[in-house]
C-alpha cells in the first residue's frame, strides 16, 4: 500500500509555503527554487526539474498565475488553467510544493523563498535571472541546467497547429 501525499497537498498558499519552509530549514534542509509557466507539462520540463531536485532536499515550484501567463503570453495562453499546471508539477515524486504567483516575474517570491539555490534552464544566463541578485547576496547558489534540444511547449503547440 502506498502512502503518498496526494498530490494538490504540494499546492501551497505563500504563507503555508513560508511554515513549510521554516519547517524544512529546522531539520537542516537546503531548499531549491525555480519558476515558470509549464503550460504544457513535457520531457524537457521533467528532465530539468528532475535535475533540478537533485541539488538540494526540496524543490519548490513557483508557477505564473493565469492572468501573468497571458501578459506574458498573449492572449490565447494559457493552454491549461493554473490549477491545472499546478496539480500537474506536484504530482511529480521529486517535487515538494508548489506555489502561485501574480506578478510578471517571481522577485517577490524569490525574495519571500530566499532559497538555497536558485534554478533556470540553459536559456538564461545568471546574470539574466531574476532574483540571482538576492539569492546571492544571501549566501546562495544559482545554477543553470541544460535543456533537452527540441522540447518546448512552443514547439509543441507549434506542430500541433501545422498537424
Request: glycine letters at 8%.
Amino acid at each position: 500500500m502506498r502512502l503518498n501525499q496526494h498530490s494538490s497537498a504540494k499546492i501551497l498558499s505563500q504563507p503555508a509555503l513560508q511554515l513549510t519552509l521554516t519547517e524544512w530549514r529546522t531539520n537542516g534542509q537546503r531548499v531549491v527554487f525555480t519558476n515558470g509557466c509549464f503550460d504544457l507539462l513535457h520531457l524537457g520540463h521533467v528532465d530539468y526539474l528532475e535535475k533540478a531536485s537533485q541539488l538540494g532536499d526540496r524543490l519548490v515550484i513557483g508557477i505564473n498565475s493565469d492572468a501573468s501567463v497571458k501578459r506574458l503570453k498573449g492572449s490565447s495562453r494559457p493552454l491549461q488553467t493554473e490549477g491545472a499546471r499546478a496539480r500537474l508539477l506536484a504530482a511529480l515524486s521529486f517535487v515538494d510544493a508548489v506555489v502561485l504567483f501574480e506578478e510578471d516575474t517571481p522577485l517577490e517570491l524569490i525574495t519571500l523563498v530566499a532559497p538555497e539555490v536558485l534554478v533556470k534552464g540553459d536559456d538564461y544566463s545568471i546574470e539574466n535571472i531574476v532574483g540571482a541578485d538576492v539569492v546571492l547576496e544571501k549566501g546562495g547558489v544559482v545554477r543553470t541546467i541544460p535543456l533537452v534540444a527540441g522540447c518546448s511547449t512552443t514547439a509543441i503547440v507549434t506542430k500541433i497547429k501545422n498537424t
